[in-house]
């Protein structure tokens, strides 16, 4: 090596050394970052929320005729028998709501509001199967039975924010 050039290649034991330290230099030097992943907009999340309270509402009749039908006087009719499956329903769409990747906090606020109603529908469900198909009937269990006419304002309520919520997406 003459003095002020530059070599073309390293020296082999300069070379043996970069070989076995640059793979560990590599990442330090240039780390591959990936871009931040980027979220679903808010119309997407507000179309995903009212599908789901579509679906939870489509599901709120079937569930009203299997609690009424618990409050039948007399044995226990078979649309009583239907309170099952419908819970089963009402299940799945709460936790396919509460699966929603929600960011905007006015629809967090939405979805949470959401899930309590239809925790209130399976609970009512649970409930009237309970007084339903109870082991030994007494008078003020059968009284209590007899009362049950429906889901009743929470329901309702599931509508509205529904209803809201849909009216929100057309304007938008």
């Known amino acids: 090596m003459r003095t002020g050039t530059v070599p073309d290649t390293p ?17 330090l030097v240039r780390p591959h970052r990936r871009p931040a992943p980027v979220g679903p907009s808010r119309a997407h999340q507000l179309r995903a929320l009212v599908a789901v309270l579509d679906e939870a509402v489509a599901a709120q ?6 609690v009424a039908a618990c ?5 226990p009719a078979h649309g009583a028998a239907r309170c099952g499956v ?3 329903t009402l299940h799945r769409l709460r936790a396919r ?8 906090p006015d629809l967090m606020t939405a979805q949470a509001h959401a899930a309590r109603l239809l925790a209130y ?3 009512m469900l649970r409930a009237s199967m309970n007084l339903a198909f109870t082991a030994r009937p007494v008078d003020r269990t059968e009284a209590a039975r007899v009362r049950l006419n429906g889901l009743g304002r929470p329901a309702d309520d599931l509508r509205r924010l529904r209803d809201t919520l849909r009216a929100e997406l057309s304007e938008a």
């Open 11 to 27: 020296t082999p034991r300069a070379a043996r050394w970069l070989g076995v330290v640059r793979p560990f230099l590599r990442p």
């Open 61 to 66: 009749r079937p569930a009203d005729e299997a």
């Open 97 to 104: 709501l509460q699966d929603l990747r929600t960011t905007d």
């Open 121 to 123: 529908d399976l609970w």
């Open 71 to 75: 409050g039948e006087p007399g044995p």
């Open 86 to 88: 419908q819970s089963i």
